[in-house]
């Protein structure tokens, strides 16, 4: 028999609950309670015929839980079932559970399945998709990989439409895409193409077949279902598998017990290990967590350091991760006599993935009101909350100019900056400075912000672009009897006391953009 805790025997004895979740790390005993709570169900809550059902992640899985329960199966006294309350116990792998039912819905429609799309179809569709969106950067051969993992992703969450994945939150994505931008339509576009190709080269993906299945699942009526199911390692389950189980339950009697370890890194492709809640699913779980301590004891305890990492390892590991891209960089690997290791190394350079969306607060230094928005400089868009915004105004960035001490004033655009136009009030004679120097912060003016400026009067104690004696300044402007003071927002920095000299106001400070 299997030595348990008495926090393990108390849930494996739990009356029939409805729905609950069991936490623990590796070697907590998640699957020993799970299989053992598999037999108590069959026992106490079980008529003839009915059936409990336990899914696991692989093949691999499945064996060592069936050869667990078949052990302790032979070591229970038999003779506690009374014949009137005997259930099956079904033990499956996820893939071999949706096979199943894609099999008696026959959804591959004489199709081959493909466990991954070839990466020659993908490459085939990019310059069509080039050419109705010219201005997304990363359409191109070097981006094969992020285009197949948010293609597997979309697939995954089970998207049938577009406006469901416009409007989708994106989680662990190696390259943001805001929503209902120029980006998620190319995606949407290369994965319609490329499953109508695949269908004319009598193919369909996996994902597809998956995808298929629950849309047949939740429409027979006389499917075989389940009373009680319980789910290993459901951290690892993408949302369409998940729904597949849902599918599955008789609805309104049993229970669903999903066994759950949160410390594993894991795929962004699975839907609870990303950080979605039950309810998405069709689950209510307030309050229904139980959490199973490790068994195994450190002889030392040596404290946890945490590591940022940079974007060439978050870049590796995303790749790394999906077993089907991961197999499509070995087989180029092979066939260019190159480490796998290599190919996503390059591919993490070329593809710059943490470059193209922009993160900026606009402070509005007339009203107070600070905003955030989102710059997408790979499609040329501006988003507000993930909104798209259709009206921006593009102002001209000029050069420095010094929160601290002055500097020579160099009258030349050095760029442009689009602002979603909600944000100006006044766009006539406006402009923007970079700034140097940290003699504003406390006005919240930082060095390597950009301030926007707006030509005209500037009254006592504002804030001004004022240029003096061959220099520029950002500084607070505060009339004396006598003379000017430019005061700095900094005790570290003295007034500069203005009493002769070319001195003039180039224009008083209405904004703040602060890169975020």
């Known amino acids: 028999m299997l030595k348990l805790s008495k926090t393990h025997e108390k849930i494996v004895q739990l009356r029939q609950v409805g729905t609950f979740v069991i936490t623990g790390e590796k070697q907590s005993g998640k699957t020993s309670v799970g299989t053992l709570r598999m037999l108590y169900l069959l026992e106490h809550a079980c008529r003839t015929g009915e059936r409990v059902l336990y899914v696991c992640n692989n093949e691999a899985e499945k064996e060592k839980v069936s050869t667990l329960f078949n052990e302790q199966y032979s070591l229970q006294n038999m003779s506690l079932f009374d ?64 285009i197949h993992q948010e293609m597997r992703w979309i ?58 299945t629950l849309g047949y699942l939740k429409e ?28 599955l339950k008789i609805q309104g009697h049993g229970e669903v017990l999903f066994l759950m370890d949160k410390t594993k890194k894991l ?25 199973l301590a490790s068994s195994k004891k450190k002889v030392e305890r040596k404290k946890k350091v945490e590591v940022q ?42 593809s710059k993935v943490l470059e193209y969306v922009e993160t900026y607060q606009y ?22 909350d993930e909104v798209k915004q259709e009206e921006v105004d593009v102002l001209p960035i000029y050069s420095d100019i010094a929160a601290g001490m002055p500097i020579e004033l160099v009258d030349e655009v050095s760029g442009q900056f689009e602002l979603p136009s909600d944000l100006l009030h006044h766009k006539k004679n406006t402009y ?18 950009y301030v926007v400026i707006q030509s005209g009067n500037v009254n006592n104690h504002e804030i001004a672009a004022v240029y003096y004696n061959g220099a520029t300044t950002l500084k607070r402007i505060v009339q004396e009897d006598e003379h000017i003071l430019l005061v700095s927002e900094n005790p570290k920095y003295d007034p500069i006391v203005i009493e002769e000299g070319d001195f003039r106001v180039m224009g008083k400070l209405i904004g703040v953009i602060k890169p975020l």
């Open 432 to 449: 923007i400075l970079h700034v140097q120097g940290d003699s504003m912060i406390g006005a919240n003016i930082s060095d390597g912000d």
């Open 155 to 212: 697939n995954a969450c089970g998207y049938a439409t577009f406006e469901a994945y416009a409007n989708a939150t994106r989680k662990g994505a190696i390259m943001k895409l805001p929503k209902r931008g120029s980006g998620r339509k190319a995606i949407w576009m290369i994965k319609e193409l490329v499953a109508t190709e695949l269908r004319r080269q009598g193919l369909m993906s996996k994902d597809q077949v998956q995808i298929d």
């Open 220 to 247: 027979d009526t006389l499917r075989e279902c389940y009373k009680h199911i319980i789910i290993d390692d459901a951290e690892n389950l993408t949302k369409v598998q998940l729904e597949c189980i849902h599918a």
């Open 309 to 350: 990492q940079t974007p060439l390892e978050i870049f590796m590991q995303e790749m790394s991760s999906d077993k089907q891209v991961l197999k499509a960089y070995e087989e180029k690997a092979s066939k260019e006599k190159a480490s796998v290791e290599r190919l996503l190394l390059e591919d993490s350079k070329k």
């Open 83 to 146: 014949e009137e309350f005997k259930g099956e116990a079904v033990i499956k792998s996820i893939d071999a559970l949706i096979e199943e039912a894609a099999n008696k819905a026959d959804v591959h429609l004489n199709l081959e399945v493909c466990d991954t799309v070839p990466e020659t179809v993908i490459l085939a569709m990019i310059p069509q998709v080039k050419k109705a969106y010219p201005k997304v950067k990363w359409l191109n051969t070097n981006h094969i990989g992020f």
């Open 363 to 384: 402070i509005n230094k007339v009203t107070g009101v600070e905003i955030t928005f989102q710059r997408d400089t790979s499609a040329g868009e501006t988003y507000i």
């Open 267 to 291: 795929d962004t492709l699975a839907w609870l290990g990303s950080g979605n809640r039950f309810k998405t699913i069709g689950y209510q779980m307030t309050g229904r967590v139980k959490h």
